[in-house]
Structures are given as structure tokens and as C-alpha cells.
């Protein structure tokens, strides 16, 4: 019997400057950084989950006329077993500079050159499709 596939939607944010990405770092999920956002709870549409993840991981706000939907990118999580993640990106802009929140230990920028180590197979993605379309270097 196989197992189930487990799938997973989150909502991101790529905040771009310096045509690099920001990028944070959950203390549970090791040296791997992932886009700023999450997981929608009950009743949330994108614009208002990724609202809440913002303030809640960086302590800022997005700037909401800034907003452009740039695409869906999917990839398996790391460490676990038949479980993906879709993430709808978002392109914007922050209303000031980011902080971590409890829940985040490090927020960096990134280019295309970010270290294997700090990839998701969903984030490998993201800055691959970045570069091609030439937001990031």
C-alpha cells in the first residue's frame, strides 16, 4: 500500500531590493531559509494570510498597492515524506525594514547565487524562475 500524498498551499511575499530576495530562516527548519508568508488559516484569501504572516514573522506590513502575482511554484519538504508545498508568490513591498518575530532567527537577502543549503526544493524554484525573468541577479 502506498502512502498518501499530502499536499500543502501557502501564500509568499518576495520583497525584492538590490535585485537580491528576502529570505527568513525558522529556527525548526534547520539552515533552510523560505519566502516570507505561510500557511492560510480558516476563512483567509491570499491577501489576508499574507497580511498576518508578515506581521507576524517580520513585524511590518505590506504595502498593498505594491502587490503582483507572479505565480505558483510547488516542491516536496524536506524531511518530509510524500508531503508537498504550493506556494502562491506574490511580488510587494514592506511599509518598513523587516524584524525578526519570535517565530523567525534570521532574515537575509539573496541572490541566484544562495547556498544549496539555503534552499527548499519550492524556494530553488523561485529564485530559478526570479532570475530568468530578471528580478534577481
Same mark, same amino acid.
Given at each position: ?9 501557502? %501564500? ?5 531590493? *538590490?535585485?537580491?530576495?528576502?529570505? %527568513? ?5 534547520? *539552515? ?10 480558516? $476563512?483567509?484569501? +491570499? ?6 504572516? %508578515? ?6 506590513? %505590506? ?11 510547488? $516542491? ?16 510587494? +513591498?514592506?511599509?518598513?525594514? @523587516? ?15 544562495? @547556498?544549496?543549503?539555503?534552499?527548499? @526544493? ?16
Amino acid at each position: 500500500m502506498s502512502a498518501q500524498t499530502i499536499e500543502l498551499k501557502k %501564500v509568499g511575499l518576495a520583497v525584492i531590493k *538590490d535585485r537580491k530576495m528576502l529570505m %527568513v530562516r525558522n529556527a525548526k527548519h534547520g *539552515d533552510a531559509f523560505s519566502t516570507l508568508g505561510g500557511k492560510f488559516e480558516a $476563512g483567509e484569501d +491570499d491577501m489576508a494570510c499574507l497580511k498576518r504572516e %508578515v506581521k507576524e514573522e517580520a513585524d511590518t506590513e %505590506v504595502v498593498s498597492d505594491s502587490l503582483e502575482f507572479l505565480g505558483e511554484f510547488r $516542491g516536496a519538504i524536506l524531511g518530509r515524506e510524500n508531503t508537498f508545498i504550493t506556494i502562491r508568490l506574490y511580488k510587494g +513591498d514592506l511599509v518598513s525594514e @523587516p524584524v525578526p518575530s519570535s517565530e523567525i532567527v534570521e532574515i537575509r537577502y539573496f541572490d541566484s547565487n544562495i @547556498p544549496q543549503k539555503h534552499l527548499t @526544493p519550492a524556494s530553488e524554484q523561485i529564485f530559478a524562475w526570479l532570475k530568468t525573468h530578471d528580478y534577481i541577479d
